[in-house]
């Protein structure tokens, strides 16, 4: 009996150690997927998906020469589905595998974060949950906190809704985070939790802020980081809604170039620079308004434009109460400009192909053109030429961007809601508002 008890834990002790080895494979295979970059150079992006899988071909063969050992043994099964699971779609195979090994073993937790996301990929939110929020029951790890933190950016669900999944995706990724704040990719994902939640609860500048800094701790603690492409596009999407035209511009460039397959970057770093063209030509021609007709718009542009901005009871955005002196585009100083009106009319209107923001041109007494960027205007609000536009309190920003082969310079005041203009000589009405949702979604979150 002492002999068979022997030989049988020699044979568990064989099996523990062969299934060491085929870990060992697998880890190579993610290995060789996520730091890619280390060994090919950036022109090689279109190979990558290619080369993964035929390491992937080349890890299945492999496991599959184990297959009539292991066939019934769980931590096999999920490193079969885990090797079917390095490349990005989703694999019905996989899922058969992963499905029956946490059947085989309940308290698997790798398993039920590996077919979590298998049905995310196949579009099964709901079931994607469950699995994420199965395996937190069996063990706190920062795998299953990080996938229910993207998970739940994407349920659908009443406005209301939504903004407690944000809320609560955010609280997953900072658990996510506390578990290990060497991790690149939690860094990452925290950085597209503040995204939404600075998106969808009124653009707090220190949410966006806090999404920057989240996305350079990646970088910092993770060399393959600077690597993914959705990393570089979402920080581009908030460069953009931040007009740092140049730094987002660049993020596009970057996020396609790592991804020769993904179509969105290069679409987006096409349209930003098409707006930027349009816009610089129209403020060059001042909207092709000219002459006699430029002089009688301006003409008559009297204190009658400011509205309410000219009485001494007008509370401005600041919450100074008083009335506005009006300035001049060339008197404005670079940055806030408390007690001061811009006043002029507007010369042309430019809608982005991304509708991030609304943007006209404004024409001052003087002759001097400047762009305006309303931020969170609805679909149906705009401003006509020759309407009469005062801005309390304009944010002058002063642009100079340069691309590529393409340059540009310009001066502009952010608008962020129609709610604080005045257009001739009235205040806007909620209606003008809606609050701005960008799609900042990449392939992975």
């Known amino acids: 009996v002492k002999m068979a008890d022997g030989e049988g834990r020699e044979t568990a002790a064989n099996d523990r150690d062969g299934l060491q080895s085929l870990k060992a494979l697998v880890d190579e295979l993610y290995r060789f997927r996520d730091h890619y970059f280390d060994t090919h150079a950036v022109e090689d992006a279109g190979r990558k998906q290619g080369d993964v899988a035929q390491e992937m071909e080349r890890t299945l063969k492999r496991l599959e020469e184990e297959e009539d050992r292991y066939r019934h043994d769980a931590a096999f099964l999920l490193l079969k589905g885990r090797a079917l699971s390095v490349s990005p779609g989703f694999s019905a195979a996989a899922e058969a595998l992963l499905s029956r090994a946490v059947k085989l073993q309940p308290e698997l937790v790798p398993a039920w974060n590996c077919l979590g996301e298998q049905y995310w990929r196949k579009g099964d939110l709901n079931g994607a949950k469950t699995c994420f929020t199965g395996a937190l029951q069996h063990c706190k790890n ?139 030509t129209l403020l060059g021609n001042k909207g092709k308004v000219r002459g006699k007709k430029l002089q009688s718009m301006l003409a008559s542009l009297g204190p009658a434009a400011l509205g309410p901005c000219s009485g001494p009871q007008y509370r401005s955005p600041s919450g100074r109460v008083g009335s506005l002196e009006t300035r001049s585009i060339s008197g404005l100083s670079l940055g806030p400009n408390p007690g001061a009106a811009a006043l002029g009319r507007v ?24 762009a305006v960027m309303v931020y969170n205007s609805a679909d149906s609000w705009g401003v006509l030429i020759g309407d009469a536009v005062a801005i309390p309190e304009p944010q002058l920003r002063l642009h100079s961007i340069s691309h590529k082969d393409q340059s540009f310079e310009f001066r502009s005041i952010r608008v962020d809601s129609p709610l604080l203009l005045i257009v001739n000589g009235k205040k806007q009405g909620a209606a003008s508002q809606s609050v701005a949702s960008v799609t900042y979604t990449p392939q992975s979150d």
């Open 142 to 280: 920062k795998e299953s906190l990080r996938s229910l933190s993207m998970v739940l950016r994407q349920l659908p669900g009443r406005p209301e809704e939504r903004e407690a999944h944000v809320v609560k995706s955010l609280d997953c990724a900072r658990q996510a985070l506390q578990l290990d704040i060497t991790d690149g990719t939690s860094w990452y994902i925290l950085g597209n939790a503040y995204i939404s939640l600075f998106f969808s609860s009124g653009q707090t500048p220190q949410l966006s802020q806090q999404a920057l800094s989240a996305y350079t701790q990646a970088e910092k603690v993770d060399s393959t980081a600077s690597s993914n492409p959705d990393l570089h596009f979402n920080r581009a999407t908030l460069y953009q809604y931040e007009e740092m035209f140049g730094a987002a511009l660049a993020g596009f460039c970057r996020a396609g170039a790592l991804d020769p397959g993904w179509s969105e970057p290069a679409q987006r770093e096409k349209q930003l620079l098409e707006y930027l063209e349009r816009l610089t």
């Open 347 to 370: 010369v042309f209107s430019l809608a982005s192909a991304d509708r991030m923001s609304f943007t006209f041109g404004l024409v001052d007494s003087e002759g001097s053109c400047c």
